[in-house]
């Protein structure tokens, strides 16, 4: 799939990433717990999850921190590079809700001839609830450098 590219000298500190919606499933917590293993039953059994004093099945925090490193990379584009990623899990996300991945630019800057941005990133309930803030480093083309 050939994205967008955006270059180091498009942007400014301030800037902002364009969101990405997602509408999770219970279906897509079944798959995603067989892909990664993590089988823990308040991600896909609503009797478990509500024994358990949630308010039923949640999201796994590994697929929420997955729908920011996508947000990432769609924001890098094909020349970009996800260079760091790093979330906290601040509050539950539910399937049959949407949740939106949303992020900007905090700073720029090239170090040892990487282009370099850091952006702050958080995905966001319904309600504008950030509940899984973090941030991340992405390496960008340069308009001036060759290649």
Request: charged share 25%; proline share 5%; aromatic share 8%.
């Amino acid at each position: 799939m050939t994205r967008k590219q955006i270059y180091f000298e498009d942007l400014e500190p301030g800037a902002e990433i364009a969101p990405l919606e997602k509408h999770p499933t219970t279906q897509q917590l079944v798959k995603y717990a067989g892909a990664s293993g993590d089988f823990y039953q308040i991600h896909y059994d609503k009797d478990f999850a509500l024994k358990n004093h949630l308010p039923g099945v949640i999201l796994h925090g590994a697929l929420k921190n997955a729908f920011l490193g996508q947000l990432m990379t769609d924001f890098a584009g094909d020349r970009g590079w996800l260079r760091k990623l790093s979330v906290q899990y601040r509050g539950m996300d539910q399937p049959g809700t949407p949740v939106v991945c949303k992020g900007r630019v905090v700073k720029k800057y090239v170090e040892q001839g990487h282009h370099l941005v850091d952006c702050e990133i958080w995905l966001e309930n319904a309600k504008g609830e950030k509940t899984t803030p973090g941030s991340a480093t992405v390496m960008l083309p340069s308009r001036g450098a060759a290649g």
